[in-house]
């Protein structure tokens, strides 16, 4: 059973950061390798629609961005802490929303359960 937990979220002014954490736990390496697995986050605020954030791909580290955060985030992972990292700067109120953590591995994606950014002055 792959477990995501994300961490990192809460309030912060306009213009202010975050760093928010995804750490993948409770799997066997038969069935995950965290490594291996493409992760990425996404955000979503009620009444809109799932959006990509940022995603960082195994092997190559290639990494894809959002069109709302280019620029203004960085992901990053931590393969010997299972653990994915995505900074962001310059926040907006526009920014505010749950901010999920996934993991595809092998045809399978996993979620966190999110956490909540707040972008108010």
């Known amino acids: 059973q792959v477990t995501l937990v994300e961490s990192g979220g809460g309030l912060v002014q306009p213009g202010g950061s975050l760093r928010l954490s995804c750490v993948a736990s409770?799997?066997?390496?038969?069935?995950?390798?965290?490594?291996?697995?493409?992760m990425s986050w996404y955000r979503q605020t009620p009444g809109k629609e799932r959006e990509l954030v940022a995603r960082?791909?195994?092997?190559?580290?290639?990494?894809k961005y959002g069109d709302s955060v280019k620029g203004r985030s960085t992901i990053s992972r931590d393969n010997a802490k299972n653990t994915v990292y995505l900074q962001m700067n310059s926040l907006k109120p526009e920014d505010t929303a749950t901010y999920y953590c996934?993991?595809?591995?092998?045809?399978?994606?996993?979620w966190g359960q999110g956490t909540q950014v707040t972008v108010s002055s």
């Open positions: 996934t993991a595809h591995y092998e045809s399978r994606t996993y």
């Open positions: 409770g799997f066997t390496a038969s069935e995950f390798i965290f490594s291996d697995s493409a």
């Open positions: 960082i791909i195994t092997l190559s580290g290639n990494t």
